[in-house]
């Protein structure tokens, strides 16, 4: 079992940063690749970017690409997503979840935590 919680979330005028952390907890949770995801209302929930356990493969959403980096901090057991030159249209709810694999679908995810809003706006 992996437990996720996010935090870092708020409200950023556009061109502005955040940094969004994901704390893992669980005997086996550095093992697993954690991925970032959000959901804009009214769609679909959408992969941003993620980082496989060990061997540090990243991937990340055309959209993010260039303005968005993931990192991982296996002692304090966390992950963090740098969101830099921020849009209005990455204005959402972003969520973290681990899998066993790199992923960049939702079925492939099995834990969740809870979301933190992000948004972006003059």
């Known amino acids: 079992q992996v437990q996720l919680v996010e935090s870092g979330g708020g409200l950023v005028q556009p061109g502005g940063s955040l940094r969004l952390t994901c704390a893992a907890s669980g005997r086996t949770s550095s093992n697993y690749a954690v991925g970032w995801f959000r959901q804009a209302p009214g769609e679909e929930r959408a992969f941003v970017s993620g980082i496989s356990g060990r061997s540090g493969a990243r991937l990340y959403a055309d959209s993010v690409k260039g303005r968005f980096t993931i990192s991982r901090d296996y002692a304090k057991n966390t992950v963090s997503l740098q969101m830099n030159s921020l849009k209005p249209e990455d204005t959402a709810v972003y969520y973290c979840?681990?899998?066993?694999?790199?992923?960049?679908?939702?079925?492939?995810?099995?834990?969740w935590g809870q979301g933190t809003q992000v948004t972006v706006s003059s």
């Open positions: 979840a681990a899998s066993r694999t790199l992923a960049a679908t939702v079925v492939d995810y099995s834990y």
